[in-house]
């Protein structure tokens, strides 16, 4: 057997304040049983969280959801980041972040502010937000974000109804002033599981859309940072996901579960602990659910024998459950994987349905 390399710190905590939100994205990673608000951790836990993960090594935290700004104690939560050292991203939907809000929050300590966009098309945009009139806000809360000075991260979540207008994306994100813009494939979990057929683009759309962003950014080369990846169900070897299971982050829910990536919860028989029974010092180190996939003990062939085993790590566990029904299995976008035919079946599934909505 391989032992098990030895733990390393994590960066980065995705702290998912609430699952509250006003938009109703059809591509939404939340989990479909969505955590209430009678569960949601309050201000000092959140405190607390902040300070073990500093001391912990973590560096930044991103501020997400939901939509943070649900949280009527966000400048407080905010507050208590600074305080504990940490970088912060606040991840908003902008429905809810008024100018003196947006003032508060920097008030507070804020460094980054990171915006979704649904398409660069009002109409198509807030179809897919299901909320009238959320574009508009985007905007002009992307515009208080650089008058106050704090850098601004444009998100694009890219699927069949969107794909083709990448170019006209990149130059909203540019229009409103972003120094960075992502450009994010659907990634299938979640809502967007439940979705994939209504949201698949084709292959030939994807390679299209791949050209654009290297294109875009020869053409946009110091003046925004492009961000991509191929989508899972196009590509030929699977990707770190989240660095390794483990390895580099922690995701804590809105009730307090401690996850080694967002969509974790889907693989059945794991156990989660939670920050309320335990620190999350423990929790990195001992929880079993961070240490069923560390290393590479637990892989399968053709994972185990394979040379990028230690870059890939197999890829994304929760996709091989929820395609090949084994969290152990090698991730099936991997053209090597046993399961590898079932992905095209399912990117092969494309149907122009109206969407399932997340609701809060």
């Not at 939404?28 to 500093?54: G, H, K, M, Y």
């Not at 704090?150 to 998100?155: E, G, I, Q, Y």
Request: net charge neutral; hydrophobic share 40%; proline share 5%.
């Amino acid at each position: 057997m391989t032992a098990t390399p030895a733990l390393t710190a994590p960066l980065g905590l995705l702290a998912e304040l609430t699952h509250r939100c006003p938009l109703g994205c059809p591509y939404c990673s939340n989990p479909i049983a969505l955590d209430q608000r009678s569960s949601e951790l309050d201000t000092a836990a959140w405190a607390r969280v902040f300070r073990e993960a500093a001391g912990l090594g973590v560096l930044q935290v991103h501020l997400s959801g939901g939509e943070p700004a649900a949280r009527r104690d966000l400048e407080d939560i905010v507050k208590a980041a600074r305080d504990a050292g940490l970088y912060s991203n606040l991840i908003t939907s902008a429905v809810g972040v008024t100018t003196e809000r947006l003032q508060a929050l920097a008030d507070a300590g804020l460094d980054h502010v990171q915006i979704s966009i649904q398409d660069s098309d009002q109409q198509s945009a807030d179809h897919i937000a299901g909320y009238r009139g959320a574009t508009a806000r985007k905007r002009a809360l992307a515009a208080e974000v650089v008058r106050l000075g704090l850098p601004l991260t444009v998100n694009v979540v890219v699927h069949r109804a969107n794909i083709g207008r990448v170019e006209a994306m990149v130059d909203l994100a540019r229009g409103l002033g972003a120094g960075r813009v992502e450009i994010a494939h659907v990634q299938y979990y979640g809502w967007a599981l439940k979705n994939r057929a209504a949201l698949m683009p084709s292959r030939e759309q994807v390679e299209l859309a791949v050209a654009d962003v290297e294109r875009l950014r020869e053409k946009h080369h110091g003046r925004i940072v492009i961000d991509a990846v191929v989508p899972d169900y196009y590509a030929r070897f699977p990707k770190p996901c989240v660095g390794g299971w483990g390895r580099r982050s922690l995701n804590v829910t809105p009730a307090g579960k401690v996850l080694p990536c967002h969509a974790a919860e889907v693989i059945p028989d794991l156990e989660f602990w939670n920050v309320r029974e335990h620190s999350l010092g423990d929790i990195w180190r001992s929880s079993p659910a961070f240490n069923a996939f560390r290393g590479t003990d637990w892989m399968q062939e053709p994972c185990r024998s394979c040379a990028l085993k230690d870059k890939d790590f197999g890829g994304c566990r929760c996709q091989a459950f929820l395609i090949a029904g084994d969290a152990r299995a090698a991730d099936p976008v991997c053209h090597l994987s046993p399961h590898h035919s079932l992905v095209a079946d399912l990117a092969a599934i494309r149907e122009d349905v109206p969407y399932s909505y997340r609701h809060s």
